[in-house]
């Protein structure tokens, strides 16, 4: 897994921005009812992103990442995975997520994945800039996002998994050149489970395929590195989530 019931996004509180997050249920197509964690800024949000979380699905460092994005201006609905086959909503560290994360299908993800887009763009933020921000498995997700005509502004994946099939998705090295959207991709030059080669030929079929993208891989950065405990890999982590901010900013002002 990712992250544990401590970790917490490396990211400063930005005190007395009127952001707000409550915890709602999503219905996809197939009357399935999924856990999501929303936020709004205290402003007008100028942006909107789906936060997609790793294994583990909605556990609390994608609700406090969820705030950090309203904090910035951004609305932020970060979902859950096993609607259809956990027993209930709790995802701390007892909850065994392997045999779920097994039964995920990219028919019945694809459906949770439009019910919150389709929330996020419903009534008058139908045209707001969109994108996906995900996490290992749900890095991976988020690319695959990019292929599902969602109309997407952008897709950002942190260590996403690239030559292996993660939950819903087959590996993304097979698909990338369908994205459509811009890319951002961040990686850890230590990741022994996504060696540098296996980043380069992903952004070579990007480039290929000319889908705008940026792909940052952090020297001696480990899987996991965007841990506010992981002191050792600050930099790094500023620097992603500066980079993201700038990514959703940059594209925004292209729409």
């Known amino acids: 897994m990712c992250f544990d019931d401590d970790a917490r996004p490396p990211i400063p509180i930005i005190a007395n921005t009127g ?30 992103v789906v936060i997609l979380p790793d294994v ?4 609390q460092f994608y609700r406090e990442l969820a705030m950090r994005f309203a904090e910035t201006g951004t609305r932020a ?11 209930d909503d709790d995802r701390t560290d007892a909850f065994e997520y392997m045999s779920h994360v097994q039964q995920m299908a990219p028919e019945t993800f694809g459906q949770d994945l439009r019910a919150a887009v389709g929330h996020l763009r419903d009534g008058a933020d139908s045209s707001m800039p ?9 890095g991976s997700l988020s690319f695959w996002a990019g292929t599902q005509g969602l109309d997407l502004n952008g897709v950002v994946g942190f260590y996403a998994s690239l030559n292996r099939s993660m939950g819903a998705v087959t590996p993304a090295l097979n698909w990338a050149d369908q994205i459509r959207g811009a890319v951002l991709g961040l990686f850890g030059g230590a990741d022994q489970n996504i060696p540098a080669e296996l ?37 790094a982590s500023a620097d992603a989530w500066n980079r993201v901010q700038g990514f959703i900013g940059g594209v925004e002002a292209l729409v």
């Open 199 to 235: 980043v380069n030929e992903f952004e070579a079929k990007l480039e290929a395929a000319a889908i705008r993208h940026e792909i940052v891989i952090y020297p001696n950065a480990p899987h996991s590195f965007f841990d506010r405990r992981a002191t050792e890999f600050a930099e």
């Open 56 to 59: 583990r699905g909605l556990h």
């Open 19 to 48: 952001a707000r997050g409550k915890d709602i249920r999503l219905r996809a197509e197939d009357g399935t009812e999924i856990a999501a964690y929303l936020t709004q800024p205290g402003d007008a949000p100028r942006a909107q």
């Open 77 to 87: 609905l970060a979902i859950d995975y096993f609607g259809r086959t956990a027993e």
């Open 130 to 138: 969109t994108f996906t921000v995900g996490f290992c498995m749900g």
